[in-house]
């Protein structure tokens, strides 16, 4: 792509709230009626259990940054829901991480850990129970897309950890903060997030220099004039 049109890689707020939306069963079924492209599902009653599964595996994507791959192998001994930590280190770098679990996310995993899992047991299961591998993801996260009405490129990559690192540098946090989060060795892999930081600060410039010039050209309040209007003067009795 040229410069000028390079896609986004990470997910706007609105298509955020649309992909989320994917999981919510009236709302799947209301698509499903109105969308004939997706018509080829509604024969297919074990569609929403799949989405169903899906979701706690993407929301971990999206809330913690953690690779595909290392969310494929997460077990319940990376996960401690009492002190709101997932720790482990990547597959790809060998580098340890502890990321803090979000309160939406930690209601998630709550709700589907069982009662006394073992340390080695997979956090997230199809809903056949099996083991997610790359290419069920690949199939499943295409449906959600579908259902959520997002039809530009958009990979799991971005939707989850490239949306995070986004967030987190637009919230505030140093791309050395965000490295750390995201397990990244080489400091130069965080740099990509610099573009947004630009944005959102750029954003910012541009609303003080308008509320500036807002407060500039707007009229004097009466307590102003009344300051600077020099009093009249006395009259003289003939």
């Known amino acids: 792509y040229p410069t000028r049109q390079k896609p986004e890689l990470e997910l ?3 298509e955020e709230r649309q992909l989320l939306a994917a999981f919510d069963e009236a709302y799947f079924r209301e698509r499903l009626a109105a969308d004939d492209t997706l018509r080829g599902f509604r024969s297919k009653p074990e569609t929403f259990g799949r989405l169903q599964a899906f979701f706690p595996l993407l929301l971990a994507g999206m809330r913690t940054g953690l690779r595909k791959g290392d969310l494929l192998r997460l077990t319940w001994g990376h ?3 009492a002190e709101g930590w997932i720790e ?3 597959a790809k770098k060998g580098v340890p991480v502890a990321v803090g679990v979000a ?3 930690a209601a998630v995993l709550t709700r589907i850990r069982p009662e006394s899992p073992a340390a080695d047991e997979l956090v997230f299961r199809r809903h056949d129970g099996e083991p997610w591998t790359g290419q069920s993801v690949k199939d499943v996260y295409a449906l959600a897309k579908r259902v959520a009405g997002i039809k530009r490129r958009l990979r799991f990559h971005d939707a989850t950890r490239h949306t995070l690192g986004s967030t987190l540098v637009t919230g505030g ?3 050395e903060e965000v490295a ?4 990244h060795r080489d400091y130069r892999s ?3 997030y610099a573009r947004v930081r630009s944005r959102a600060v750029r954003q910012k410039f541009l609303a003080a220099l308008a509320r500036h010039e807002a407060e500039a050209s707007a009229p004097p309040s009466d307590a102003v004039v009344s300051i600077c209007t020099p009093p009249a003067p ?3 009795l003939g």
């Open 173 to 175: 946090m140093t791309l």
């Open 79 to 81: 996960v401690n829901l």
């Open 12 to 14: 706007s707020p609105e």
């Open 180 to 183: 750390a989060v995201l397990g």
């Open 234 to 236: 006395a009259q003289t």
């Open 88 to 90: 482990l280190v990547t």
């Open 103 to 105: 309160p939406d996310l």
């Open 190 to 192: 965080t740099q990509r």
